[in-house]
Every structure is written in C-alpha cells, then in structure tokens.
C-alpha cells in the first residue's frame, strides 16, 4: 500500500507540470509487452535507415548504467547495430580534467567546469552524427540535461547553463530513470565523487524535472531491475522503429 501511494505520488510529480508526462504514457506494458516479444527485427541492421540516439537520464545511482548494458546487450542480441555510449568520455583530454574535477583532485570554477562538461559533448558530436547515419544506433549514458541540471542546481541560470548545448545533436529519445534521492543514496558506490550528496541531489532533481517535456519518458527506476530493463526495450525498440526515415535534428530547447 504505502507503495502504490508512493509510486502515484511520483507519477503525479511528473504529471504535474502539465506537459503530459511519461509514467502514464508507460501504461499499457503489460498488453504491449506481449506484442513486443514478437517483434521482428529484420528492419534493425539499419543498412537503408540511420541509427537512433537514446539517451539515459537520471540522478547518480539511479541504475543507468546498468541498464544501459543491459539494453546495449539486448539489442545486439537482435541483430541491431548499436553501440554504448557515456558523458563525461573520460577518456579525452577534456575528459580527464573532467574526472580529476569529479574526484575532487582539482578545483574549477562552476562556470568553466559547466563549459568543460559541454565541450566534451562537443568534441564527440561529428562522430556520433556519422555513426548514426551509418545505422549505428547509440544508447547515451548522460547527456546535455545532465550537463544543464547538475550546473544549475549549484545556482547558474538555467538559460546560460542551456546555450552552449544548442546545435549538439537531439536525441530520438530520452528515458528518465526516477529514483528517489535517498533510494539512491542507498545504493553501493554512492559518495565517492563530488556531487553525490542527498541534498545535493534533490536540487538537480528539481532541474531535472523543469527540463523535462513530453518526450521524455519517465520510467520508475526504483522498480526490480527486469522490470525496468524490460520497459526499456520497447522503448528503445520503438524509438528505432520510428526514428527510421527521420532526419537527424539538432538540440534547440
Ligand atoms: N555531470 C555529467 C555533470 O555535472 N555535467 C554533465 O554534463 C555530465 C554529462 O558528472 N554526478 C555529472 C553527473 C555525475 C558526474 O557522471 C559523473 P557519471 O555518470 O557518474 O560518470
Ligand atoms: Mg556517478
């Protein structure tokens, strides 16, 4: 019961902006899901259409990367040309400095880090546009909405924190991993890089929440791991279906 109550709690919470949010939209799973162990995959290779860019959102420890392994693997299992992805890369120059900021191993002002977080994503955008072409699908752990709710909650206006993301590439896709602060925190590994702070944490929710609209798909992260892997498949099997003959548009807020 107290549940039931919690998990309506947090679909009105999402609903209430008035941008018709996502939990409802996750309402017809179990009928659908008997259709989507069906799904032919011929279509999927992506030889004639472009790949689709999903992207995972969420607040740390909220189950991201797990699931997106666990989609990535599902969808090579099908036959579907795809690759996982993650921001920061912390495997460019920027990226290190990134990391070090992140281990609390170097200082930077909230504004240059912010701009760092964004050039990362910059220094990857003709990549990620040829393989989507290409008909490679990328599952994104974290993208510009990190970038946008994780400056802002530390108190940098939301328009500035939004500009230089303008012109990165849109995603097909955004699935909203909702977990609660203190479930999260709960979570092993939790506190070991800057940022990862309840109170902290429910500021960058808050953010979250502003940004979102009726794209994004909020699924409820504090539900058993196969459950939500499983929400993800259609989701993103869907997303490749239809992004196919749709052409590649640019983030515009
Ligand atoms: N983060 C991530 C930002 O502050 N801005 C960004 O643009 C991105 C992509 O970095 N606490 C934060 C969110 C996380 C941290 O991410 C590292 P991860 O997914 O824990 O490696
Ligand atoms: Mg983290």
């Known amino acids: 019961m107290t549940t039931l109550v919690r998990l309506a709690g947090r679909a009105a919470y999402w609903r209430r902006s008035g941008k018709s949010a996502a939990p ?13 162990q069906g799904v032919r995959m011929e279509n999927w290779s992506g030889k004639s259409g ?14 991201k990367s797990s699931q997106c392994a666990r989609l990535l693997s599902f969808l090579e299992s099908k036959g579907c040309q795809a690759e996982g992805w993650r921001f920061p890369d912390r495997g460019t120059s920027v990226g290190q400095m990134i990391s070090a900021y992140l281990a609390n191993e170097s200082q ?8 760092l977080f964004s050039a990362n994503r910059w220094e990857k955008r003709d990549l990620m546009e040829s393989k989507l072409l290409s008909g490679t699908t990328l599952i994104v752990d974290r993208y510009s909405y990190s ?24 995603p097909d896709l955004v699935i909203y991993l909702d977990v609660q602060p203190e479930k999260a925190a709960e979570r092993g ?40 892997e ?3 498949r259609e989701l993103a099997t869907s997303c490749i279906q239809e992004c196919q003959g749709k052409p590649l548009a640019n983030l515009a807020w």
Request: charged share 25%; net charge negative; proline share 2%.
């Open 24 to 36: 409802g939209g996750l309402g017809l799973f179990t009928q659908r899901q008997r259709a989507f």
């Open 108 to 115: 930077l002002d909230d504004r240059t880090i912010h701009l």
């Open 147 to 170: 970038g946008v709710a994780f400056s802002a909650a530390k108190g940098l206006d939301l328009e500035w924190c939004k500009a230089p993301e303008v012109g990165l590439l849109a």
């Open 50 to 63: 472009r790949g689709a860019l999903v992207v995972l959102e969420g607040l740390d420890r909220s189950g």
């Open 230 to 232: 499983e929400q993800l």
């Open 189 to 228: 590994g939790y506190g070991g890089e800057r940022y990862e702070k309840i109170e902290f944490q429910k500021r960058v929710a808050e953010h979250y929440h502003s940004l979102h609209d009726s794209t994004w798909k909020v699924v409820d992260g504090s539900l058993p791991m196969e459950t939500v």
